[in-house]
C-alpha cells in the first residue's frame, strides 16, 4: 500500500532531550517536507527537500535539523527540544520535485508534547 | 501579501443536508488550488486540485469550484454524511519565483450531526 509512515504517533519529552522523528515514503517521491500544526496557525512547513542530500528551510525552522541520505526517509530531529515545539507534526511526500501541481500525501502525523 | 481566508470558521449540518465552504485567495500570480480534508488528529487528504482553467471539479458528493477573476473557489458538499465531519482546508500554489510555494488556509471545521 502506498503511503507516509511516521514514527512516533505519539511522543511526550522534557526541554532539551533530543530526539528524531522517522518519516518514510514506499512511493519513490523526489518531494518531501515536514510541517507543524498548532491550533490557530494552520499547517506550516518546517524543512523540505526536492532530492536526495538536498534540503532547505521553510517557514518555521528554527530548532529543527533534517537529512536525506535516502530518497525514502526524511527524519525530523529536535537537537534539544523547548515546550514552544510542543505541536502536531506531519511528513509529506510528492513525487513532482515542486509540487505546484501534484498533491501531498501525508503522513498519519506525530503529536508531540516537551514538557 | 499572499493570503488564503477561508469561511465559515466552523459549521454545524445535519446529516444528510448540503453545505458550502468559501476560500478567498489574494495569491498572484495563480498555479492551482486545492481542497483537502483532515479528519481529527490525522493528515490531510487531497479532495480536488484545480488549475486556472478549471472551473469546477468533483470528487463524489464534493465539487469545487473555482472563479480566478475574483479569487475566489468554494466546496460544495452534498448530501452529507457523519463521516464528512472533518476540518476542510483551501491551499493555493503561486507561479512565480518565490511564490511558487503553497499557502495554507487556516481550514472551516465542519460538525455532521444525526
Known amino acids: 500500500e502506498a503511503q507516509v509512515t511516521q514514527n512516533p504517533r505519539y511522543l511526550i519529552t522534557v526541554t532539551g532531550k533530543k530526539l528524531t522523528v522517522t518519516c518514510s515514503q514506499n512511493m519513490n517521491h523526489e518531494y518531501m517536507s515536514w510541517y507543524r500544526q498548532d491550533p490557530g496557525l494552520g499547517l506550516r512547513q518546517i524543512y523540505y527537500?526536492?532530492?536526495?542530500?538536498?534540503?532547505d528551510k521553510g517557514d518555521v525552522p528554527e530548532g529543527y535539523k533534517v537529512s536525506r541520505k535516502e530518497k525514502r526517509n526524511f527524519p525530523l530531529i529536535l537537537e534539544s527540544p523547548s515546550p514552544n515545539q510542543t505541536s502536531l507534526y506531519f511528513c509529506?511526500?510528492?513525487?513532482?520535485?515542486?509540487?505546484?501541481?501534484?498533491?501531498?500525501?501525508f503522513g498519519s502525523g506525530t503529536q508531540l508534547s516537551v514538557l | 501579501k499572499n493570503q488564503v481566508e477561508q469561511s465559515p470558521q466552523s459549521l454545524i449540518i445535519l446529516e444528510g443536508k448540503n453545505c458550502t465552504l468559501q476560500?478567498?485567495?489574494?495569491?498572484?500570480?495563480?498555479?492551482?488550488l486545492r481542497w483537502y480534508k483532515q479528519d481529527t488528529g490525522r493528515g490531510p487528504v487531497s479532495l480536488t486540485i484545480?488549475?486556472?482553467s478549471e472551473n469546477t471539479k468533483s470528487n463524489g458528493r464534493y465539487t469545487a469550484t473555482l472563479d480566478a477573476d475574483t479569487k475566489q473557489s468554494s466546496l460544495h458538499i452534498t448530501a452529507s454524511q457523519l463521516s464528512d465531519s472533518a476540518s476542510y482546508i483551501c491551499v493555493v500554489t503561486g507561479n512565480a519565483g518565490n511564490n511558487r510555494k503553497l499557502i495554507w488556509g487556516l481550514g472551516t471545521s465542519l460538525a455532521v450531526n444525526p
Open positions: 509529506a511526500s510528492s513525487f513532482d520535485r515542486t509540487p505546484t501541481n501534484e498533491k501531498l500525501f
Open positions: 527537500s526536492m532530492n536526495v542530500e538536498v534540503t
Open positions: 484545480m488549475t486556472f
Open positions: 476560500c478567498n485567495y489574494t495569491v498572484s500570480p495563480f498555479s492551482n
